[in-house]
Nanobody, 124 residues
Framework: QVQLVESGGGLVPAGGSLRLSCAAS????????MGWFRQAPGKEREFVAL????????YYADSVKGRFTISRDNAKNTMYLQMRSLKQEDTAVYYC?????????????????WGQGTQVTVSS
């Protein structure tokens, strides 16, 4: 199983930007489909974005489309989430996830490995 560690979260004013990173170890990173999910207080963990093994396919939740960009650097074993035009409703703990078998997926139950999460707080 690959191990995942997120970083880059923090406090940012509305309209600002942040870039999250997800560093992978213990596996062949390029073999994994990857995704970002988030969980706000009192809410279910929800899909944010996904990326294929090569990085050529990406897909976003409607709530972040046009504002967030997912990418990966397989040589660095790292995935990124560039977040722009942040809104207060983007406040959540952001998790990266990896899926070894099967195609890309928006279902959190289909991911095998998870990071510990990084807090993103957007202030008014």
């Amino acid at each position: 199983q690959v191990q995942l560690v997120e970083s880059g979260g923090g406090l940012v004013p509305a309209g600002g930007s942040l870039r999250l990173s997800c560093a992978a170890s213990g596996g062949t990173f390029s073999n994994y489909r990857m995704g970002w999910f988030r969980q706000a207080p009192g809410k279910e963990r929800e899909f944010v974005a996904l990326i294929s093994r090569s990085g050529t396919l990406t897909y976003y939740a409607d709530s972040v489309k046009g504002r967030f960009t997912i990418s990966r650097d397989n040589a660095k074993n790292t995935m990124y989430l560039q977040m722009r035009s942040l809104k207060q409703e983007d406040t959540a703990v952001y998790y990266c996830a990896a899926r070894r078998i099967g195609g890309t997926s928006v279902q959190r139950s289909e991911y095998d490995s998870w990071g510990q999460g990084t807090q993103v707080t957007v202030s008014s």
